[in-house]
C-alpha cells in the first residue's frame, strides 16, 4: 500500500477482513499450489496456504476458522 492509496477512494465492492485459503489434498499438487498462492497473495494480504492430507482435514479447518471468526476485529466501512 503506497501513499496515493491512502487518499483513494475505495470501491463499493471491496470487502474488507477478507481472509483466503489456497489449499491442496495432495503433496504432488504443491507447484500449482504455490503459483495459486502467489496469485491470490498479490491481492489478499490474509492468505494461507496450506496443503491437507485428508477432507476431514480441510473441513475441520474451515469451522476452526468460521468459529474463531470475529466481526469486530473486521475494520468497519463508512456508509456512503
Known amino acids: 500500500m503506497g501513499i496515493k492509496d491512502l487518499f483513494s477512494k475505495r470501491s463499493r ?4 477482513g477478507s481472509k ?4 491442496s489434498l495432495d503433496p ?3 507447484e500449482m499450489l504455490n503459483t495459486d498462492a502467489a496469485s491470490y497473495g498479490r491481492f489478499y494480504p490474509t ?3 496450506t496443503t491437507f492430507a485428508s477432507i476431514e482435514a480441510l473441513l475441520g479447518r474451515l469451522v476452526r476458522d ?8 473486521m475494520p468497519r466501512q463508512r456508509e456512503s
Open 13 to 16: 465492492d471491496e470487502v474488507l
Open 20 to 23: 483466503v485459503l489456497v489449499c
Open 28 to 30: 504432488k499438487f504443491a
Open 47 to 49: 492468505l494461507t496456504a
Open 66 to 73: 468460521m468459529t474463531s471468526f470475529s466481526y469486530s476485529a
